[in-house]
């Protein structure tokens, strides 16, 4: 079982930056990879940004440029740096930690925290 908890969301004006931590319960190396999600109320969770154990990211088009996904293995956390915020980024964000068994992916989430980009 893994665990992940985010911390770091909050209110921020357009232009600003945040930075979400997760912690993650166990060995970040034994995960196949990690990414960060986002969910605006009325839309679909969409994925923002992945890493994978060997450090290769992925980030979504709306996000290339001014999010930047990054893994310290010493301290088993995964954090989202993000920079150029705008109102289109105010969503929860989760934290999501993805493990292959036996030819089977499996998903684990965060609780979320809230990103409020406004003036």
């Known amino acids: 079982q893994v665990q992940l908890v985010e911390s770091g969301g909050g209110l921020v004006q357009p232009g600003g930056s945040l930075r979400l931590p997760c912690a993650v319960s166990?060995?970040?190396?034994?995960?196949?990879?990690m990414a960060w999600y986002r969910q605006a109320p009325g839309k679909q969770r969409e994925l923002v940004a992945t890493?994978?154990?060997?450090?290769?990211?992925n980030y979504a088009d709306s996000v290339k440029g001014r999010f930047t996904i990054a893994r310290d293995n010493a301290k088993n956390t995964v954090s989202l740096q993000m920079n150029s915020l705008k109102p289109e980024d105010t969503a929860v964000y989760y934290c999501?930690?993805?493990?292959?068994?036996?030819?089977?992916?499996?998903?684990?989430w965060g609780q979320g925290t809230q990103v409020t980009v406004s003036s």
């Open positions: 999501n930690a993805k493990r292959m068994y036996q030819n089977v992916w499996y998903n684990y």
């Open positions: 890493i994978t154990s060997g450090g290769s990211t």
């Open positions: 166990v060995n970040i190396f034994t995960t196949n990879a």
